[in-house]
């Protein structure tokens, strides 16, 4: 989340800016203006004075006609000496071109070899008109440097005259801005920064009171309908995230029960494993203390009548030890079977810590599987090191193999007649042990990997699969064994479960109630 009040403070206000930004602007516009207006004018001063030069050499081509026919070279370098008077005029320079003059020089007045870039020459042929019609008699040469062709002087003349005037309409500018600026904009804002600064201090949301045909009065109309709309909205949320907690309780709950009947539903075909496995020896059992019972009848019938021979008693004998024989060993078998069975159930309800035998265990726990591999052509390659001790939860990893071996029956061989369920151990290091659950089954599709672990997720629902098999395994991996599964299409699906060797009691007892 941003934290409002680090974007509160500021070094320059709304007017600054606008200042800022418009002074410049205007300077630059009025620099620019200046600059064309002296160009403009500096090049009609330019033509205007080129015309009166002109007009001036004219007028004194006409004044020298006479003194030009009458050879009156002193007079003439008069004229042309007074004309030199003017500013800007360097040289003038008067040429005979009359055929009655041969081999004349041409009159020079002043400095006739400047080279300035600027000088113009002014040319203008003198007429004499005495003998009635125009006689040209020479040519008047003026050389001028024209006094308006310094474009900066001109430039910071105007300048001069208009910074005063700048200065005081940018004064004007800034004094009317910041006028205008509080009144119609900083004046609304205000009230909109009140209105969030009650927000941020109370929690209470109060709409700005202003009403404007403009820009900001729409804004100020948004915003206030924004307000009520969250208003409505945060409390229409609140309903909402009230509900949605009741419902997540809710599911939860139902997802706990849910685990806990496929737990039951799991010991439940445990124990009818087992029931199946003890009915087995007991049957036997049975038949021999019946058959015992039919050979011990006819035993006294012969006592009684007097017929038992030696041959009948040594039969007798031989028969009762070979049936007690074999009914001890059924009995037995079905000890050991309930013996297993006890431990089995005891770690699968109590989720106490405990050092056991690894192998031991899974022995234990795939016993309770046999009758149902018994009736399917599924064998199980099991290579488990007769050393491995561990300090952990004997009843989870009884969940974890138990729910593994059923998701490889119940998934894994669709499509097959026969397949193997393997289980290894080996060290993966000094504290972890790995255990490798697979099959060379079907395995899993690619997009269904990422999703063996949710919840409910199974592709035979309604078919025998609750999709939480797997979702128990990797809760008991985690949290209750503090350990990691890594799954692999190989080309079955094979499961790496790496926990420690020693898992304390302390650090799994909220796991565990999570779970349980």
């Not at 800007?88 to 005979?96: D, F």
């Not at 004064?171 to 205000?190: D, G, H």
């Not at 028969?319 to 005891?346: P, T």
Request: net charge neutral; hydrophobic share 40%.
């Amino acid at each position: 989340m941003l934290n409002y009040n680090k974007h509160r403070a500021f070094n320059i206000s709304l007017t600054k800016k606008f200042l800022l930004g418009v002074i410049p602007l205007l300077l630059a516009v009025m620099l620019v203006a200046t600059s064309l207006l002296v160009v403009y004018e500096n090049k009609q001063a330019q033509r205007l004075e080129v015309q009166y030069v002109q007009q001036r050499v004219d007028t004194l081509a006409r004044q020298l006609a006479e003194p030009v026919w009458q050879l009156a070279d002193n007079v003439a370098a008069n004229i042309l000496a007074a004309s030199l008077n003017d500013d800007g005029a360097i040289c003038v320079i008067l040429e005979h071109v009359s055929a009655i003059v041969q081999n004349v020089q041409p009159l020079k007045i002043g400095d006739c070899s400047s080279t300035n870039i600027n000088l113009i020459e002014f040319h203008s042929a003198v007429y004499y008109e005495g003998l009635g019609a125009p006689r040209r008699v020479g040519d008047l040469y003026l050389h001028y440097i024209p006094q308006t062709g310094n474009f900066i002087t001109h430039l910071m003349q105007s300048i001069k005259g208009l910074f005063l005037i700048l200065i005081a309409g940018v004064l004007t500018l800034v004094m009317i801005t910041t006028a205008l600026f509080r009144w119609i904009i900083f004046r609304p804002l205000e009230q909109v920064s009140n209105s969030l600064k009650s927000y941020q201090s109370t929690g209470v949301r109060r709409p700005v009171d202003w009403s404007s045909n403009d820009e900001l009065g729409l804004l100020i109309s948004d915003y206030n309908k924004t307000l009520s709309l969250q208003i409505n909205t945060e409390e229409d949320l609140a309903q909402a995230r009230d509900e949605a907690h009741i419902a997540l309780e809710n599911l939860k709950n139902l997802q706990n029960q849910l685990v806990q009947t496929e737990k039951l539903a799991s010991l439940g075909r445990m124990v009818a494993g087992i029931a199946h496995e003890v009915n087995t020896p007991l049957g036997n059992a049975k038949t021999i203390s019946t058959s015992l019972d039919i050979k011990l009848q006819q035993f006294e019938k012969l006592v009684k009548t007097g017929e038992l021979k030696k041959s009948s008693l040594d039969e007798f004998i031989s028969e009762f030890k070979n049936g007690l024989r074999i009914m001890s060993s059924s009995l037995q078998m079905a000890v050991n079977q309930v013996n297993s069975f006890k431990q089995v159930a005891v770690d699968q309800t109590s989720m106490l810590s405990r050092e056991f035998n690894l192998k031991t265990v899974i022995g234990e726990i795939l016993s309770t599987l046999q009758p149902r591999l018994k009736h399917s052509n599924i064998q199980l390659d099991v290579d488990i090191p007769d050393n491995f001790t561990l300090f952990s939860y004997p009843g989870s990893i009884g969940q974890i193999i138990l729910n593994a071996v059923n998701n490889s029956l119940t998934h894994g061989f669709e499509h097959q007649s026969q397949g193997v369920i393997y289980l290894k151990a080996y060290a993966y290091d000094a504290q972890t042990l790995a255990l490798i659950i697979g099959d060379n089954g079907c395995g899993v599709p690619l997009e269904s990997i990422d999703k063996l672990f949710d919840p409910f997720y199974t592709t035979k629902f309604g078919k025998g699969g609750s999709g939480l098999g797997l979702y128990i395994v990797y809760s008991l991996v985690t949290k209750i064994l503090k350990g990691s599964i890594i799954i692999r299409n190989n080309p079955g699906l094979e499961m790496e479960i790496r926990m420690p060797f020693h898992v304390s009691s302390v650090e799994t007892v909220i796991a565990s109630s999570e779970i349980q």
